[in-house]
């Protein structure tokens, strides 16, 4: 599976993005697909996972803001954000794995896209 995400840009704080994650191949809709996003000097975090199923989670410090969807007709996972931050900024890279669980933890995810910048000013 290859992952191409995009969407990323400078967006003022309390302002709106899409990012986008295309996949390749035939079996898209049998991945649990997820966001992650690292901020310099930080650690890869989850901040939104989706199954197979649709059923769907997300990090506390997103709830409310951000709504993680899947299109299996086009390959695509998507994730709005609205009411961003400035502590949102951060690479977001989109992840794809087989398990059928929602994983949290980046070690859970097989395959990753190259990342898009986020970045909210204050």
């Known amino acids: 599976v290859q992952l191409q995400a995009s969407g990323g840009g400078l967006v003022q704080a309390g302002g709106s993005l899409r990012l986008s994650c295309a996949a390749s191949?035939?079996?898209?809709?049998?991945?649990?697909m997820a966001w992650f996003r690292q901020a310099p000097g930080k650690e890869r975090e989850f901040v939104a996972g989706?199954?197979?199923?649709?059923?769907?989670t997300r990090a506390d410090s997103v709830k409310g803001r951000f709504t993680i969807s899947r299109d299996n007709t086009k390959n695509t996972v998507y994730l709005q954000m609205n009411s961003l931050k400035p502590e949102d900024t951060a690479v977001y890279y989109c992840?794809?794995?087989?398990?059928?669980?929602?994983?949290?933890?980046?070690?859970?995810?097989?395959?990753w896209g190259q990342g898009t910048q986020v970045t909210v000013s204050s």
């Open positions: 992840a794809a794995g087989s398990a059928v669980g929602i994983g949290i933890r980046f070690t859970e995810y097989n395959y």
């Open positions: 191949g035939r079996t898209f809709s049998t991945y649990t």
């Open positions: 989706i199954n197979s199923r649709s059923a769907s």
